[in-house]
């Protein structure tokens, strides 16, 4: 089974009630392009390396930690989808790993490719999970503002979820190999 986690500033320009800043203009993403910054957005969570992944990297579980990539997250043949605010978008993973590796493309209602980089990695007992989140070309310090703040929210989200005593260290749609504790 294959799947890992969508939170990004991608995932939350395709829903209606996020902004629409990078990578979009005019509608259409800029791929390809050269980022103008990065920023290494980061969260420690108390579990084990081996319980994130498994947990981020199961993309049903979406709707629990990135609920602004949209509320329905399915699995028909053999491929990954979920139903945004402007369509149906595509999923595609990082095979499963023993690297902590969670990047992931979206491919948008409207054909455009997002890659999305984002880590699990040991830290101790826990885990540090980092997204890196790209400023494009021409996109405003309000918008890449915004987009930090979206995804920071995501990040403390996922960390609610598995530090939750509800949480019972299992990926809902079942496991995948992935990093060692």
């Not at 920023?39 to 992944?53: C, F, G, K, M």
């Not at 602004?68 to 945004?84: D, I, K, N, P, Q």
């Not at 915004?146 to 019972?168: M, P, Q």
Request: hydrophobic content about 40%; proline content about 7%; charged content about 25%.
């Amino acid at each position: 089974m294959t799947g890992l986690p969508v939170a990004t500033d991608a995932a939350h320009t395709l829903c209606g009630d996020r902004p629409r800043s990078w990578p979009w203009r005019d509608g259409r993403a800029i791929i390809g392009g050269v980022a103008t910054q990065s920023r290494h957005l980061s969260v420690h969570i108390d579990r084990p390396v081996a319980e994130v992944y498994a947990f981020a990297s199961d993309p049903a579980n979406l709707p629990r930690w990135a609920p602004g990539l949209g509320g329905s997250v399915t699995r028909e043949g053999g491929h990954w989808y979920v139903e945004t605010a402007e369509g149906r978008a595509a999923l595609t993973f990082a095979p499963a790993n023993d690297y902590g590796v969670l990047d992931h493309e979206v491919r948008t209602p409207s054909g455009e490719t997002v890659y999305v980089p984002l880590r699990a990695i040991a830290d101790g007992d826990g885990t540090e999970v980092v997204f890196s989140l790209r400023r494009g070309p021409g996109m405003s310090d309000a918008d890449f503002a915004r987009d930090t703040a979206l995804v920071e929210a995501d990040l403390a989200r996922l960390k609610a979820v598995l530090e939750s005593a509800g949480w019972n260290g299992e990926a809902s749609m079942g496991k995948r190999n992935g990093p060692r504790s």
